[in-house]
């Protein structure tokens, strides 16, 4: 199965600034079926991006995503409060087996 | 407005059984290849398994493997779990989700939680 490692684990941020999160794949993500989501305390994930850079519905244009491959990356351009949550990327791309990372918490300062 | 709502979800004992479903409205539920995705508490997502949209193939984690099956009933648009010899590794909140191979889960119901517990 493709493994998925996210980093770093925890981000503290303050609001306004950009950041970076970083997902490494074991082996190539077939397609670029490469997915982030966003998770707050208490909620269901909510789907961020997809094709490893096209925005889902709703989603404010201050997050984006690239990549290709093995290394994938969301940047949040300009941090809002609502922002902070766990966000996990994860690849639909292999047919016996879809797979999380482990998450990256992003905390606003 | 698409909608999941899971149920089905409780207490059980280790080795006992239980049944989750989810049902789906606001699309055309046929069309679409539905998963199970769990979070155990503190933890991350865990992709669970999934199911094509006309039943013709299922796919499970080696973690659920031989004890969970999953199956869908087009006719009332809605998505089951079965599950068996549960341990306290298994409890949960499982969701269940819209997409599986090639297509993102775009849409999530709120969670069921399954408590594995003496």
């Known amino acids: 199965e493709i493994v998925l490692t996210q980093s770093p684990g925890t981000l503290s941020v303050s609001a306004g600034e950009g950041t970076t999160l970083s997902c490494r794949a074991s082996?190539?993500?077939?397609?670029?079926?490469l997915a982030w989501y966003q998770q707050k305390p208490g909620q269901a994930p909510r789907l961020l991006l997809f094709?490893?850079?096209r925005r889902a519905a709703d989603i404010p244009d201050r997050f984006s995503g690239s990549g290709s491959g093995t290394d994938f990356t969301l940047t949040i351009s300009s941090l809002e409060p609502e922002d902070s949550a766990i966000y996990y990327c994860?690849?639909?791309?292999?047919?016996?087996?879809?797979?999380f990372g482990g998450g990256t918490k992003v905390e606003i300062k | 407005q698409v909608y999941l709502v899971e149920s089905g979800g409780t207490l059980v004992k280790p080795g006992g059984s239980l049944r989750l479903s989810c049902a789906g409205s606001?699309?055309?539920?046929?069309?679409?290849?539905m998963s199970w995705i769990r979070q155990a508490p503190g933890r991350g997502l865990e992709w669970v398994s999934y199911i094509t949209s006309s039943s013709s193939a299922m796919y499970y984690a080696d973690s659920v493997k031989g004890r969970f099956t999953i199956s869908r009933d087009n006719a009332k648009n809605s998505l089951f779990l079965e599950m068996n010899s549960l341990t306290a590794e298994d409890t949960a909140v499982y969701f269940c989700a819209r997409g599986g191979f090639r297509y993102r889960f775009d849409y999530w119901g709120q969670g069921s939680l399954v408590t594995v517990s003496s």
């Open positions: 082996e190539s993500v077939t397609g670029n079926y």
């Open positions: 094709g490893a850079s």
């Open positions: 606001g699309f055309n539920f046929s069309d679409y290849y």
């Open positions: 994860q690849q639909y791309g292999s047919s016996r087996s879809l797979t």
